[in-house]
């Protein structure tokens, strides 16, 4: 697609339930992030895909927290047993130039834990 | 590790005020530097990017160039808008990292408030 798709865009949930959260990247981009960005605060990793598999997932909070990619296509992130803490948007990005280059963003998922 | 430190927000300004956002790093290496935008209700935008010491990155009236030997990289333009009230994030991705392991390091973000 022209960019980078979310879903949800908001998502309102109760403590303890499971939510799962949806990126679809721009096509043929490899590699894939998943960042979390709390009220007022920065972004923090979570996850990087290079292809399908996840090289480095020592960004996720929890082992609550999971994510899979499809190929190089959808990626999903899962969030089992949610806590109020969860509370934030989760950021997608996709990019095609690797080290050197900058992220295409998706607009985020706003997830709210009441 | 990877840090980025920029200013605290909110930056309140008037219209056709000159702006500087600063934003200093650490990283081992070279890393290439970025200034992301993001406007309410939108996400992350690349602004300008610099992969190099000493380049200057530009994008809609906005400059900054990478110096090495201050580990700095701040955010100038000559003169804002209303439009350009958003947050703005300094970003870092470290070089030979293998592949982007880690992301980009952000720092916490600006909030920039133009008023007319």
């Known amino acids: 697609g022209a960019g980078v798709s979310q879903s949800p865009s908001n998502k309102v949930t109760e403590k303890g339930k499971d939510v799962e959260l949806r990126c679809d990247p721009i096509?043929?981009?490899?590699?894939l992030y998943w960042y979390r960005q709390r009220l007022g605060q920065g972004l923090e990793f979570l996850i990087y895909f290079q292809g399908n598999s996840a090289p480095d997932k020592s960004g996720l909070p929890s082992d609550r927290f999971s994510a899979e990619r499809t190929g190089e296509s959808v990626s999903t992130l899962t969030i089992q047993r949610t806590q109020q803490e969860d509370s934030a948007v989760y950021l997608c990005?996709?990019?095609?130039?690797?080290?050197?280059?900058?992220?295409?963003f998706g607009s985020g998922t706003r997830l709210t834990v009441v | 590790g990877n840090s980025v430190t920029q200013m605290e927000g909110p930056v309140t300004l008037s219209e056709e005020a000159f702006l500087t956002i600063n934003c200093t790093y650490t990283a081992t290496g070279y890393p290439s530097l970025f200034w992301y935008v993001q406007y309410p209700g939108e996400g992350l935008q690349l602004l300008l990017k610099a992969t190099k010491a000493d380049d200057k990155g530009s994008n809609k009236g906005f400059e900054a160039t990478y110096r090495k030997e201050t580990t700095s990289f701040h955010l100038e333009k000559g003169s804002v808008q209303v439009s350009d009230s958003a947050v703005y994030f300094c970003a870092l991705n470290p070089m030979g990292s293998g592949g982007g392991a880690d992301g980009l390091t952000f720092g916490k973000g600006t909030h920039l408030i133009i008023q007319p």
């Open positions: 990005a996709s990019s095609l130039e690797g080290t050197t280059g900058g992220y295409t």
């Open positions: 096509s043929g981009h490899t590699a």
